[in-house]
């Protein structure tokens, strides 16, 4: 894990204090003041390493954590993707209006058709509904075996906002999608709709 220049502040922030109150504090008082501190490192830490991504368009705001570089979609329908190489692990965003669908279900089930359709082998789970940044969305688990002959896991999340259906696709061989699926749910909740220029 690496800091940036405020990180490495706080770091020596932290050690001026306890010289500083050390003589002075109960063992009490310097226990709770070591956790405020650590856990104020640990956040500067973690958000100087997250990568703010933007779509093609720039409707659609997504973040990443260390270890993912963007990449230039293969496909114009393709909105964004970020690939982490050391994990083997992508992240598709796919982006549509809602005017051609009926609904959040309707869409859902036709992207879940098209993706089992790709693959042999397919498992799928029933769906579950949940809310992403307020906005409702249905969410799949995928396996199957891709055109390359590897055992491949999806975590498929399609969130509707006020005028699309927004598809975040975390995928990685099956081996790893338990390691893998927390990092995925991470990500697709960082999801942002910025609204159209006028």
Same mark, same amino acid.
């Given at each position: 894990? #690496? ?12 050690? $001026?204090?306890? *010289?500083?109150?050390?003589?002075? !504090? ?14 104020? @490192? ?24 260390? +270890? ?7 496909? %114009?329908? $393709? ?5 982490? =190489?050391?994990?083997? /692990? ?5 982006? =549509? ?6 609904? @959040? ?8 058709? !098209? !993706? $089992? ?9 029933? +769906? ?12 799949? =688990? $995928?396996?199957?075996?891709?055109? +390359? +002959?590897? *055992?491949?896991?999806?975590?498929? #999340? ?19 999608? /338990? ?9 697709? %909740? #960082? !999801? ?7």
């Amino acid at each position: 894990m #690496t800091l940036n220049s405020e990180g490495w502040g706080l770091k020596v922030a932290v050690h $001026i204090a306890f *010289r500083r109150y050390d003589r002075v !504090m109960t063992p009490r008082a310097r226990l709770a003041t070591f956790v405020f501190l650590i856990c104020c @490192l640990t956040t500067s830490a973690c958000m100087a390493e997250a990568t703010v991504l933007t779509s093609r368009d720039g409707r659609i705001k997504l973040q990443v954590p260390d +270890g993912y570089a963007e990449r230039t979609p293969p496909k %114009a329908v $393709i909105s964004l993707e970020a690939v982490n =190489e050391a994990e083997s /692990s992508t992240i598709l965003v796919i982006s =549509e209006s809602q005017t051609q669908f009926d609904s @959040l279900q309707a869409y859902g089930e036709i992207v879940r058709q !098209m !993706m $089992i359709d790709k693959l042999k082998d397919a498992q799928v789970d029933a +769906g579950q509904k949940l809310q992403v940044s307020g906005n409702p969305a249905i969410r799949y =688990e $995928i396996t199957g075996i891709s055109s +390359g +002959g590897l *055992r491949m896991a999806f975590l498929l #999340t399609i969130i509707q906002t006020d005028t699309r259906f927004t598809q975040v696709i975390g995928s990685c061989i099956r081996s790893a999608f /338990s390691d893998r699926k927390q990092e995925f749910e991470n990500i697709t %909740a #960082t !999801m942002k709709e910025v609204p159209p220029k006028k």
